[in-house]
């Protein structure tokens, strides 16, 4: 069974700070990973997606990189802003057929 | 990007009521439909994987005469709360993904529904 461990649990920067998130998984036989955002009372708005063949992939200020074999994967958020407010999920998806989401990092970017 | 809409957003309703949640997907055909349920502060708990035209497949735990699924269409799956109590209260979301398989397209998440039984 896939555990999906994201640390820290929170986070509490101020503006303008680099910051990185981690996310490790059990079981390294996965498809993809995906990272996503969720604000309070929201539904989860995708922000990258890495295959299992790629090392890392860039979108704007987040950068997501993926090594496989050690069941890891970072999500770097360059010059942070208050916008940048929520929790943040990683979800590795495996042959199982169904991704495992971690508990999330809840971020807190103070102006 | 792929969108999916979710609705209602919000329902409060009496105990015994049964409710139903819509999932659309609106620009991708969802070979694919997840639900979740989430409580607060904590993350989501997948239910069911619904594949268009079969039964959906439950997670143990999951009650399937509770939480009756149907994925019809390609763009549509319906969460049916059957005679719904207030231990049922919570957020529901649904997300849908592309492909066949095990595919590695991505998946795309509704707003959720709040669901209050009273």
């Known amino acids: 069974k896939q555990e999906v461990t994201q640390i820290p649990a929170a986070l509490s920067v101020p503006e303008g700070e680099n910051l990185v998130l981690n996310c490790s998984f059990t079981?390294?036989?996965?498809?993809?990973l995906q990272w996503f955002r969720q604000d309070p009372g929201k539904g989860l708005t995708s922000l990258l997606l890495?295959?299992?063949?790629?090392r890392e992939q860039t979108s704007g200020r987040l950068n997501a990189s993926l090594d496989k074999s050690s069941g890891r994967s970072t999500l770097y958020i360059a010059a942070s802003q208050p916008g940048d407010s929520a929790t943040y999920l990683c979800a590795p998806y495996t042959n199982a057929g169904k991704s495992t989401f971690g508990d999330g990092t809840t971020l807190t970017v103070k102006p | 990007g792929a969108v999916v809409s979710q609705h209602p957003s919000w329902v409060i309703c009496k105990s015994g009521t049964s409710v139903k949640i819509e999932c659309r997907s609106l620009?991708?055909?969802?070979?694919?439909m997840f639900w979740y349920r989430q409580f607060p502060k904590q993350s989501l708990m997948l239910m069911a994987t619904?594949?268009?035209?079969?039964?959906?497949?439950?997670e143990q735990g999951v009650e399937k005469d509770k939480f009756l699924i149907n994925h019809a269409s390609l763009t549509l799956s319906t969460l049916t709360v059957t005679s719904a109590h207030p231990e049922d209260s919570s957020f529901y979301i649904c997300?849908?993904?592309?492909?066949?398989?095990?595919?590695?397209?991505?998946?795309?998440f509704g707003d959720g529904t709040r669901l209050s039984i009273l």
């Open positions: 619904s594949n268009e035209g079969s039964k959906a497949t439950y």
């Open positions: 890495i295959q299992s063949s790629q």
């Open positions: 079981d390294s036989a996965i498809y993809n």
């Open positions: 620009d991708f055909q969802a070979t694919t």
């Open positions: 997300s849908a993904r592309a492909g066949t398989g095990y595919s590695n397209q991505p998946q795309h």
